[in-house]
């Protein structure tokens, strides 16, 4: 028996999909499975396959971060944020300068730290064990805030994973790393990083302010809002400046706002400082005279497009929407970065160049929505036809952070160039030195050797609120100069209480020379450096 073919109906709300004709129905014989509906057939899963594409290299990415946390390489200031974190856990009110002996604050002690240091402290584990901890959360609250930020933006179901593939690969040609810049190659190495944590934060701040605006939302939410405001400005002050210009960009580019808008984010502004005046661990506002740290930032100004010129194709995205909105929020925030990035530049001032996020992101998440946005599809098609070799050219770029999980030598040559070997670390010296031992050491040791829990004379990054930081550093220098007399070194080493001594094992014979208290107790992998014990009287302490 066979059925007769019906006639398809068309209804008002349900066109049929495609062509805007019907297709006629197939008879088919009785007991035979019906036909699959257009578009969902094997012919209709290509968009959706198109769209889990972001997502399944997303989940990829993921699995290789994790993969990275494990191992935690240490090619960077991992160093000073585990001294950090050290010094909360032995002392959680008065912890003191985390890389010298000197009781002064340090804007390293921030709600973040202080949490992990009173983590650390409760629970008994390893300073680099709960790093990994913080690295997990920081990557969750990165991924899922540029996830929960772009959905407040618009775009389709792959815009969220798409804006991630952005914000990770569109930077430039060459490998480029900086703690705020979250590239992936920067997130592998800083994934622990406050900074990390910080830009996470961010963008669920900009999706929440943004929903907020739009409510309006209440007295709380807007209060919450400025609490959130400031612990990200003290967890990392530099993220906290491209969250600020965010929020700024957010605020401008409301529509409408309701009249109890404006005094909710007064009072939110209000509170925020308040929080940030009465943080007790240091003085956040006396960072703005800081001006030690714009020799170190100076290369953020340089080889510009080889570092950021993936990020044009977003600036060409914001081109785009600013026609159709000029006070477009994304735009509006890359004219701010944009602005104070160029202002840092004109001035001197290099360290505005750590604002620089702040003008590439918004072009990173305008990209992702040219391609899965509302606008005219010949747009789209031809912003998706740029964004895929660019992101291949970012991820090239980027690939370095492979080599933390697979064998450098097993990846392709060009992959392989991209690769930064991790510091070897001071973990030899642990069997000697104990905690809160002097060392005196050159700035490279000094930035790590504090991470096992002794100090070093000279702090190893620029410390603002350290007094004496140029007489320390003078100090360092003179002792590992040619030429220095063996009674200066000895001063020296009596002046700064130092019970330990780390010298590069080529001129250990030329420094040590005349110093007759000093003992060799061990030397670091392949023999380079070398460690020697200050002794007193000619006595010895032991290895623990």
Known sequence: MTVKPTKAVRTPDAPPAGAGRERPRTPRAAGTAPAPAAGTGASGHGPALLAALPWTAVALLAVLLLAVVARLPWA????????????????????????VDAATPSPYYSP??????????????????????????ALTLLATGIVRYVRTLGGRRAAPALAVLCVLFLWGTERFMWSGFPGLHSLALGAAYPSALALGLAFHFWALLTRALRGPAGWPAFCGLGAMWAVILLCHQFSGVV?????????????????????????????????????????????????????????????????????????????????????????LFFALGALLYAAGRATGHYSWGRALPAALIPAQL??????????????????????????????????????YVIRPQALPAPLADHYRKPWTGYHWTTPWVRYGDVVMAERFPARQIPAYG???????????????????????????????????????????????????????????????????????????????????????????
């Open 366 to 403: 305008a990209a992702a929505l040219a391609v899965t946005g509302d606008g005219r599809a010949a747009v789209r098609r031809t912003f998706g036809v740029l964004l895929v070799p660019a992101l291949l050219a970012g991820f090239c770029a980027q690939s370095g952070a492979l080599g």
């Open 112 to 137: 973040w730290t202080v949490l992990l240091g009173g983590l650390a402290r409760i629970s008994g584990l390893s300073v680099f064990v709960v790093l990994r901890g913080a690295a997990l959360v």
């Open 76 to 99: 960077g200031d991992l160093g000073m944020h585990a001294a950090t974190v050290l010094r909360l856990r032995e002392d959680l009110v008065h912890p003191g300068n985390p890389l």
């Open 454 to 544: 002794p100090y070093t004379v000279a702090p190893g990054y620029p410390d603002f609120f350290l007094p004496d930081e140029d007489r320390r550093e003078a100090a360092v220098r003179g002792f590992y100069a040619a030429g220095t007399s063996a009674g200066e070194r000895a001063r020296t080493l009596r002046r700064y209480g130092v019970r330990w001594v780390v010298a590069p094992r080529a001129r250990a014979a030329e420094i040590t020379r005349g110093l007759t208290n000093l003992r060799e107790r061990a030397a670091g992998p392949g023999g380079g450096q070398v460690l020697y014990e200050v002794v007193d009287g000619g006595g010895r302490r032991g290895p623990r």
């Open 243 to 331: 969250a600020s210009l965010g929020a700024l960009a957010a605020v401008l580019g409301a529509r409408g706002l309701p009249r109890a808008v404006r005094p909710r984010l007064a009072a939110a502004l209000l509170l925020g400082l308040a929080v940030l005046a009465l943080w007790p661990y240091y003085d956040f506002f006396a960072l703005f005279g800081a001006d030690s740290l714009d020799a170190i930032h100076r290369p953020l100004y340089r080889e510009p497009l080889a570092h950021y010129g993936l990020a044009l194709l977003g600036v060409a995205a914001l081109a785009v929407r600013l026609r159709r909105d000029r006070r477009d929020p994304l735009v």
